[in-house]
């Protein structure tokens, strides 16, 4: 059976592209092909292919701890992550001790890292049901914060037809204010995933509509030097594709917002309606 993200026992591929639609102030729209690992979170040594990837060593492609997570102080260690995990969701009455906390996240590649956004899938390995997602958001300045998707009120689990409602806490694009908020959906448990996330401004239009659209290949020697191959030092490319859009924004005279003093908060949640 073809794996899904839902039902992942081994390191595999997510090979996706990434959408971009912005509606205003001005229109511009924008898709290019990526990928990203996507692993148990518990057992990163699972990702180790010698002389070509590694966690926590330098190699062609590599997965440190201290990229993802917390921000500071930053973990150093891959069980800083689960405590990390466990003292976030908490709070929420969610709790990681019995579930698999699925990560897909873009790692470094020739040393060079930079994740617009990685993904905590909290699943029960029993019935495969999405309990929580924390997306995580990293900026061009290294600021992060983390969005944590919740059920909603009355349920335990995340359903892909949920569409859940976080306000915007944290200043991404220079091109958008930090008022208003994003809707989120989850459609994680198919053979081609789709994570879709929608900016409404502070009139509540529709300001921006983004998806991340894949499916799973086998994290192998092979799989994985096809992708350097095909597309190269992909966090490089991410983050030089991001100044071309901002500059194509700026020929438009779009206006530009200076960049806010970010909030102290690195936590925001759905709301549970």
Known sequence: MTATLHTLQEPHIFVATVRHKRLAPKVNAFAYPTWCLAFDSTQPNKLDIPYLCSHNKARLVSLHAHDY??????????????????????????????????????????????????????????????????CEVTNTFKERHHYVCLPKKGKNTIQENDILTADKHFHVSPFFSRRGFYRFQFQTARQRSQFLISYYDDNGKLALVTSLQGHLIP?????????????????????????????KLAWKKTPYIIKPQQKPRAFSTTQRQ
Not at 123 to 129: E, L, S
Not at 229 to 246: E, F, N, S
């Open 69 to 134: 997570g917390k921000k500071n102080p930053p973990p150093d260690t891959y069980q800083a992550w689960q405590t990390w995990l466990q003292q976030s969701l908490k709070k929420h009455q969610i709790t990681t001790q019995d579930k698999k906390v699925i990560l897909v996240a873009m790692p470094r590649v020739l040393g060079y890292v930079f994740n617009p956004i990685s993904f905590w899938l909290i699943i029960d390995p029993q019935t495969h049901n999405l309990h929580a997602v924390i």
């Open 219 to 247: 994290h192998t020697r092979a799989n994985l030097a096809r992708m350097l191959i095909r597309y190269g030092p992909i966090a490089l490319r991410a983050m030089t594709l991001i100044h071309w859009q901002a500059l």
